[in-house]
Each structure stands twice: as C-alpha cells, then as structure tokens.
C-alpha cells in the first residue's frame, strides 16, 4: 500500500452505502490495497452508481460504477467500471461477477463426466 492518503466518497448507490462499515464494501477493499483511505465530503475521488444525481454536488476526480444496464456520460465521468465491454478507454470492464469472491472458482477444471453423472 502506498503511504499517500487519499479522500474518497462513495454516493448515489444502488442501496445505502453504509460508511461506518465502508471497509467491508467491494470498491474499498479494492482500492485500499494501493492507497491509505479516509472518507471525506470534499473527496478527491468520487465513486457514485446511477440511483440519483447527488455526485453533481462534487467536483473532482469522479468515477462511475455500475453494474446495471446503464453507461457512463464521460461529460461527468473521468473513469467508469461497468459490466460493458470497454465503449472507452477510461471505462474499465467489470462484470458482476468479479465483485463475488467466489469469482475464480469459475477458472476451475471440471470432471465433466461427473457433472454429467
């Protein structure tokens, strides 16, 4: 981890963003493995999803995630993480699946004779 602390916001989730437990969160585990985290109301990177328009209140570095059906506007995004194949250079693929720990269990080799059994 690097010792350079940076101010992070996380808005306009899908649900409630709970931020007294923030470090159980899938972007915060992500992110804190290379920045010393502190959430803050002046970040200086936003992350916010498509469940309102709060994230036009900050200025900023702002980073759109989604795993819905929905892109990102890069008039307002600087970067995005999407279940979308890249549409952009600063929009980064992120399938649902890969937020589920359980994620490399997929890369695993099968006995297909057993499943098929």
């Known amino acids: 981890m690097s010792n350079r602390k940076v101010k992070v916001m996380f808005i306009d989730w899908y649900r409630q963003f ?32 498509n469940y309102g328009d709060k994230h036009m209140q900050y200025t900023g570095l702002r980073v759109f995630v989604s795993m819905e059906n929905a892109r990102p ?31 490399k269990d997929l890369l695993l080799l099968r006995d297909v004779e057993e499943i098929v059994a």
């Open 18 to 49: 709970d931020l007294s437990r923030v470090e159980r969160e899938f972007e915060w585990r992500v992110i804190s493995k290379h920045w010393d985290l502190e959430l803050s109301d002046n970040p200086d990177i936003l992350f916010y999803s």
């Open 73 to 103: 506007d890069f008039d307002v995004s600087d970067y995005a993480f999407t279940f979308d194949y890249p549409i952009d250079d600063r929009n980064y693929r992120m399938p649902l699946y890969r937020r589920c720990g359980e994620y």
